[in-house]
């Protein structure tokens, strides 16, 4: 069962338009993180999310955590090229086991 | 500042024979060291982890293996390697409160 599904899964958009990428679960986590990885490459960190609500940027990118801390967005302002890769949100469990999941991946493609 | 290594960057090996990967981390101490396979295109799916020498933990069944010989050396291994083993394998480093981990290069496995 995967706990954290990303919606959608591709996405193709031309440069300059803006888009969000959800990363949804039915469990609360105590962090959520958002990563990007290009094609054979290792995945980069980008954010944490601590505090349900929460809202961070980072120049054109805008994470924000749920307030019940069970979901993230990240929305991307005016996509450019660079922007292409494989968005992963994770995030830490806060009941059970000790227990870091990765979500499904959202794949974007920023086309110039 | 740290930095995480792994080699060989691409391996063909044929079925049956044996597998070694070796990650290492530099620049911090007693990390938690994980393993990572990727599907092309997937999500991340962790195969073991481990948060101190000689403590491995197993997330999924299988024909491979982990060891921690020492602090920051973490090294995946497996005596006959199936087809269904290629893929895209990471290691990856975490501490902190937030579990936000940080990857290694990736090797490329491909299994014939």
């Known amino acids: 069962t995967q706990l954290l599904e990303q919606s959608p899964q591709f996405l193709s958009i031309q440069e300059g338009e803006n888009l969000t990428v959800y990363c949804n679960s039915s469990?609360?986590?105590?962090?959520l993180q958002w990563y990007r990885q290009e094609p054979g490459e290792g995945p980069v960190l980008l954010v944490t999310?601590?505090?349900?609500?929460e809202v961070k940027k980072l120049k054109r990118l805008t994470f924000q955590f749920g307030d019940a801390r069970k979901d993230s967005s990240l929305h991307i302002t005016a996509a450019q090229p660079g922007d292409t890769g494989l968005y992963l949100c994770a995030g830490f469990l806060t009941s059970g086991t000790y227990k870091y999941i990765f979500g499904t991946g959202t794949r974007l493609k920023v086309l110039a | 500042s740290q930095t995480i290594h792994q080699w060989p960057a691409t391996l063909v090996q044929p079925v049956g024979s044996p597998l070694s990967l070796e990650c290492t981390v530099e620049g911090t101490s007693n990390p938690n060291l994980y393993w990572y396979r990727q599907a092309a295109g997937r999500g991340l799916q962790l195969l073991f982890y481990s948060v101190g020498i000689g403590q491995i933990s197993s997330e999924v069944p299988q024909n491979l293996s982990a060891s921690r010989p020492q602090d920051r050396q973490f090294i995946l291994s497996s005596k006959k390697l199936l087809l269904s083993d290629s893929g895209f394998y990471l290691c990856a480093w975490s501490s902190g409160i937030y579990n936000e981990q940080f990857f290694g290069p990736g090797t490329r496995l491909t299994v014939l």
């Open positions: 469990s609360v986590f105590s962090s």
């Open positions: 999310v601590v505090t349900g609500g």
